[in-house]
């Protein structure tokens, strides 16, 4: 089971520093770790619609209209990262914790920030390379350390973006032009 501490553990030991308890350990290890974590996680959360990081569901409408030019406001969830998408589709603008549309109801497709013992091998691994490539310098100031395990996270997040998209049916051809015209 993973947790931010084992997988920024992990990573430090990839670039040769060695395992941390926690981020309030002594040296540049822990310490790089617990500034740098929180949002090399997030962006490589949203970095891609993940299945195990997305989430559905129906926005509250708010009873107060908004102003300008929306007609309604919606409420949107509080572990909320980014709006992928909404039903139906249609334009919209988001403000501060509320979404505005001209729609009456509104569901959405977003990211969320899941907990880090719920998240698959396969992104684990990913995130581990990641956190060694973004710790490299800070830690040991070797620039090609940090360029090879930013290549191997590159490498690994093709290979958890295959393994992810089992989750879900794949988009037939809807238009063939080229057969067409035969």
Do not use: C
Request: glycine share 4%; no cysteine.
């Amino acid at each position: 089971m993973a947790t931010d501490i084992s997988m920024s553990s992990n990573a430090l030991l990839l670039i040769g520093h060695g395992t941390i308890n926690s981020f309030t350990d002594a040296g540049a290890g822990a310490k790089t770790a617990s500034n740098l974590y929180a949002t090399v996680y997030e962006d490589a959360i949203t970095s891609y619609p993940w299945r195990f990081a997305m989430g559905k569901v129906a926005l509250s409408k708010l009873v107060a209209s908004p102003l300008n030019e929306w007609k309604n406001a919606f409420q949107l969830p509080g572990d909320l990262l980014l709006v992928y998408r909404t039903y139906p589709r249609s334009t919209f603008e988001i403000y501060e914790d509320k979404l505005y549309s001209d729609e009456e109801e509104v569901e959405i497709d977003y990211w969320f920030k899941p907990d880090e013992s719920t998240l698959p091998p396969y992104f684990v691994k990913y995130m581990q390379y990641l956190l060694a490539a973004e710790f490299a310098v800070s830690v040991t100031d070797n620039r090609s350390l940090a360029e090879i395990w930013d290549a191997k996270a590159g490498v690994q997040m093709l290979v958890a973006q295959n393994r992810d998209s089992q989750g879900r049916t794949n988009n037939a051809i809807e238009s063939a032009p080229f057969l067409e015209v035969r």
